[in-house]
């Protein structure tokens, strides 16, 4: 096999079935059990309505110690809900893979504890990425720079209004190190913006293997991730997360400028959309991931 071919099969991948079955596919596959999507965008709302219910009580801890307690709990239950769906989200790409028609059964213990290794997951590809953008930030001397920026500045600020030196010096003074920080700003941000891009991308290739495998161990194996995107095709793979975002975003749009007037209506479809378009994201990662399992 010369490199023509092997680069061929990289980027187009073995396609058994194409990006536009996919997605006719995974924003039909969530309405064909109304019933099960009604429970699903149920505990969406609550884990939400938790989750600010929450964040709110602690905001308001400042003026009652109490509300730290019942917020901890109002965070608590979120998280609970949060594992049960994203355990749901498991078997939602199963299905994918598996190819199968019938949208799945809610199972709360079982769904909880595959929600629970499925967030294990996403930390451990969360962390990664962070930890590279730090030495990054390290290497470049982003927080270095910062302070020297911020001391000048208030050491300039001083200057101007107590010695009366004119602005025009003082601009000069903080300049050259001002532009040593933009310049580590920027290289950092577009470090992050490539690393925690690759990194969500993998991702999503160990929820489709935890889904596939039922392993934990297999879903936090990188290589094999990196290799499941290469069997696929990456050009397939980025095809498909453009066309899903493509689409939702253009049902959006729609969806403002159609309900403009009717900002309470806008409001309820925003809260039964979300949740439908994240089942609908996720089936759509389970065909795709059907061409290899």
């Known amino acids: 096999m010369d490199y023509k071919e092997l680069l061929m099969k990289i980027f187009a991948g073995e396609i058994n079935m194409n990006i536009t079955e996919i997605i006719k596919d995974a924003f039909l596959f969530p309405s064909k059990n109304t019933g099960r999507f009604a429970i699903y965008l149920l505990l969406s709302v609550l884990m939400v309505g938790f989750a600010l219910g929450g964040i709110f009580t602690y905001a308001f801890g400042i003026i009652d110690a109490e509300n730290y307690l019942m917020g901890g709990v109002y965070l608590l239950i979120s998280l609970l809900i949060g594992c049960i769906i994203t355990g749901y989200h498991i078997k939602i790409i199963k299905s994918g893979i598996e190819l199968d028609d019938n949208v799945p059964v809610f199972e709360l213990y079982k769904d909880f504890m595959t929600g629970f290794d499925n967030f294990i997951v996403s930390l451990f590809y969360f962390i990664i990425p962070a930890l590279i953008v730090m030495l990054v930030s390290f290497d470049t001397n982003l927080f270095g720079n910062a302070i020297e920026v911020v001391k000048e500045f208030v ?16 601009f000069i003074s903080i300049s050259p190190l001002l532009t040593d920080f933009l310049n580590s700003l920027a290289i950092t941000l577009t470090a992050a913006f490539i690393v925690f891009l690759i990194f969500s991308i993998l ?82 990662l389970g065909l795709l991931y059907s061409d290899i399992a």
């Open 155 to 170: 050491l300039q600020i001083y200057g101007v209004y107590f010695m009366d030196i004119p602005i025009e010096i003082a």
């Open 203 to 284: 991702q999503l290739m160990a929820e489709a293997r935890l889904a596939n495998t039922g392993s934990l161990k297999e879903a936090l194996n990188i290589f094999e991730a990196v290799k499941d995107i290469t069997r696929i095709g990456v050009g397939k793979v980025i095809l498909l997360l453009l066309a899903v975002v493509v689409v939702i975003a253009i049902i959006e749009i729609i969806l403002i400028i159609a309900l403009t007037f009717y900002p309470f209506l806008l409001s309820v479809l925003y809260i039964i959309l979300t949740p439908y378009m994240v089942l609908v994201s996720q089936r759509a």
